[in-house]
């Protein structure tokens, strides 16, 4: 099939969802070669890839994937806070692949929204198509991804966040690392990863390398399930929202999808420079989100807010971004979001230690 399929991408023509779907299912079997995988991938970047085509896709590896149960309604002393429903589960993923290299933005923002109460499924790996991906800052902050996946939902029931480590979750996405890696371009996987978090994430807000994805990628989450989202675009590649220049966004919520555009002034922020909230490797963009943590101001933080801000009113805690981003100021100030990054180190390094030492290690 991937044969057939790649010819048709080629020919720029799109796939069935059954097609995408055969495909897929070879893809992540280990059933092509590396070639074919690349192949393929390339063809579809070039055609561009449908929200049929994405959706199928997604829907495979959801099936794929191992999934974990968050669901139970335990109180937990370290959660009292908590204000969000209990069925509203957070993921803030990007793309990837934006060429900005801004530092992690996208997980800064989940320990700022986890500090405010709401449950955060982080989802991630390492750096594939972007510099510094949040596993490789996650790892320099100190937090063990060598857990099960069952401790995960420990993780995330007891504190009110976890990182879903996508290789942890998705074995299956091994018979492609090679190709992407070879390539070194952003393919339809870029796509995928933030659409297939296994905790089944309720809300999202979602960066896309591209503003016309913005319309799309929200249209897939609808197919998919999604309660409410935000997919966002910063002008100059961003897929953040961004705190220099103007953010398409595609909201998505009770099955309707607005598309507008907010920029920083339109909510009392000042514009700053592409260089202003530029990162660097691991090392340095842990030690960046440690200080916005511990309460550093500046443009780095604003941007921080305003991506912490679309959380809270997807997640229904506030009804525009402007009181969003007071919830976010006060996650940080209260020093609530660095004592969940505190947390979350704390938990996954004793739970690999109780493993190993169950073990006999």
């Not at 913005?214 to 409410?228: D, H, I, P, S």
């Not at 402007?322 to 609530?336: H, P, Q, V, W, Y």
Request: charged letters at 20%.
């Amino acid at each position: 099939m991937i044969k057939q399929a790649t010819i048709k991408a080629i020919n720029r023509e799109n796939l069935t969802a059954p097609e995408m779907k055969a495909t897929m299912e070879e893809i992540l079997t280990g059933k092509t070669t590396s070639a074919q995988v690349g192949a393929f991938l390339a063809a579809m970047r070039m055609k561009g890839e449908t929200v049929e085509e994405i959706t199928a896709a997604a829907r495979v590896m959801r099936e794929k994937a191992r999934k974990i149960d968050v669901s139970n309604h335990m109180v937990n002393i370290d959660r009292e806070e908590i204000n969000a429903d209990d069925e509203t589960i957070l993921d803030t993923c990007g793309t990837g692949g934006d060429g900005t290299h801004t530092f992690n933005i996208s997980t800064a923002t989940a320990f700022v929204a986890a500090g405010a109460g709401i449950r955060v499924a982080k989802h991630g790996s390492h750096c594939v198509s972007s510099a510094c991906g949040s596993a490789d800052v996650l790892v320099q902050l100190g937090v063990n991804l060598d857990v099960p996946p069952t401790a995960v939902e420990s993780c995330i029931r007891e504190i009110g966040i976890g990182f879903l480590y996508e290789p942890m979750f998705n074995t299956a996405l091994a018979h492609v690392a090679r190709a992407r890696q070879e390539l070194g371009l952003r393919t339809l996987f870029n796509l995928l990863g933030p659409l297939t978090n296994p905790a089944g994430a309720t809300i999202q807000v979602l960066g896309v390398y591209d503003p016309g994805l913005t319309e799309k990628m929200a249209l897939v989450l609808k197919n998919l399930g999604t309660r409410e989202a935000f997919v966002v675009h910063g002008e100059g590649t961003f897929d953040e929202i961004s705190i220099c220049g103007p953010t398409r966004i595609s909201h998505l919520k009770h099955g309707a999808i607005t598309t507008f555009d907010l920029a920083p002034e339109d909510l009392g922020l000042h514009r700053a420079a592409k260089e202003d909230i530029r990162g660097g490797n691991a090392r340095e963009n842990a030690r960046i989100v440690r200080s916005l943590l511990g309460g550093e101001t500046g443009p780095r933080r604003d941007v921080v807010l305003l991506n912490a801000a679309a959380s809270f009113v997807a997640a229904g805690l506030d009804g525009d971004f402007r009181a969003g981003i007071d919830r976010a100021a006060a996650s940080i100030d209260s020093g609530k979001a660095g004592q969940k990054l505190d947390a979350l180190i704390r938990f996954s390094t004793s739970c690999v230690q109780s493993v190993r030492s169950l073990a006999g290690v």
